[in-house]
Each structure stands twice: as structure tokens, then as C-alpha cells.
């Protein structure tokens, strides 16, 4: 028997765009057990990855968006 945890990662910005990542780590009730309560190093490490992949792809995105404005004139210019 094990219990899964799912963290849910989301961000939005201005215009409505969103990006989620999800993290999904399951444990196994016999470890609660041995004394092994809350997440171990090696998950804490696996969901800042997944916190730190979720924030770079989405402001990427959004860097992206906006170096297509053209400073003159501020009208978005072809993709």
C-alpha cells in the first residue's frame, strides 16, 4: 500500500496564460514505520526541480511575447 502526494504547480500571467507542472511522489506506509516522516531530501530536490523547471518555461514564454512588441510603435510584430 503506498499514499501519493500530487503537488500541482501553476502560474499565470497577465494575459491569462497558464503553465502547470505537476509532481507526483509516493511513499510507502512501511517507511512511517522506520521513523521516516515528511518528504526526504531527494524529493524536496525533485519538486524544486519541478518548481524551478514550471517558472523558467513559463517566463521564457513570456520574454519571448514580449521582445516580439516593437518599441516604436508597441504593435506586436509577426511570429
Known amino acids: 500500500m503506498a499514499l501519493e ?3 500541482t504547480i501553476e502560474g499565470k500571467n497577465e494575459f491569462g496564460d ?5 509532481v507526483r511522489i509516493a511513499r510507502s506506509w512501511g517507511r512511517l514505520f ?4 515528511g518528504f526526504s531530501l531527494e524529493q524536496g ?3 524544486m526541480a519541478a518548481l524551478q523547471s514550471a517558472v523558467v518555461k ?3 514564454q513570456i520574454y519571448a511575447l ?7 510603435c508597441h504593435i ?3 511570429g
Request: glycine share 4%; charged share 45%; hydrophobic share 30%.
Open 66 to 72: 514580449f521582445r516580439r512588441i516593437c518599441p516604436d
Open 34 to 37: 522506520d521513523g521516516e516522516i
Open 58 to 60: 513559463h517566463e521564457a
Open 76 to 78: 506586436f510584430r509577426p
Open 18 to 22: 497558464v503553465c502547470r507542472e505537476e
Open 5 to 7: 502526494w500530487t503537488i
Open 45 to 47: 530536490k525533485k519538486i
